[in-house]
C-alpha cells in the first residue's frame, strides 16, 4: 500500500526558509518520479518541482527556480523541498504526490499523478 506523509510545513515572514519532508512507504520513492505541488487559497492546484527516478533530472515551476530545491533520501525513503526566500505568494497547502509510472511524464501536470499525501501548510507573511 502506497502511504506519502508530508511533515515540515510552518509559519515564517517574507524572506525565510523552510524544509519540506515526504515520508514513503509501501514502495522505493527512488525508483519513481516524485513531485511536489501546491495549492493557494482560491487557486488550482499547481506543480513546484519534481525529480526523476535516480534524481538524473529535475522540474521548476518558473515561480520557484532559484529558490526551491527537490531532493530525496533513499536510505530514509523521504523527498524533500527546500524553499529559501519565502514570499508571501508561496503561502498554499504543499502535497507529495508520485505517478503510477516510473517516468515524469511531462513533469509538472497535477493530473499525471495518481498517489497524494494530505498536504502540509506553508504561511508566509510579509
Known amino acids: 500500500q502506497v502511504q506519502l506523509v508530508e511533515s515540515g510545513g510552518g509559519s515564517v515572514q517574507a524572506g525565510g526558509s523552510l524544509r519540506l519532508s515526504c515520508a514513503g512507504s509501501?514502495?522505493?520513492?527512488?525508483?519513481?518520479?516524485m513531485g511536489w505541488f501546491r495549492q493557494g487559497p482560491g487557486k488550482e492546484r499547481e506543480g513546484v518541482a519534481a525529480?526523476?527516478?535516480?534524481?538524473?533530472?529535475?522540474y521548476y515551476a518558473d515561480a520557484v527556480k532559484g529558490r526551491f530545491t527537490i531532493s530525496r533520501r533513499t536510505a530514509n525513503n523521504t523527498l524533500f523541498l527546500r524553499m529559501d526566500s519565502l514570499q508571501p505568494e508561496d503561502t498554499a497547502m504543499y502535497y507529495c504526490a508520485r505517478r503510477r509510472e516510473t517516468n515524469c511524464g511531462s513533469g509538472l501536470q497535477p493530473s499525471e499523478y495518481f498517489y497524494w499525501g494530505q498536504g502540509t501548510q506553508v504561511t508566509v507573511s510579509s
Open positions: 509501501g514502495y522505493l520513492i527512488s525508483t519513481y518520479c
Open positions: 525529480i526523476s527516478p535516480g534524481g538524473v533530472r529535475t
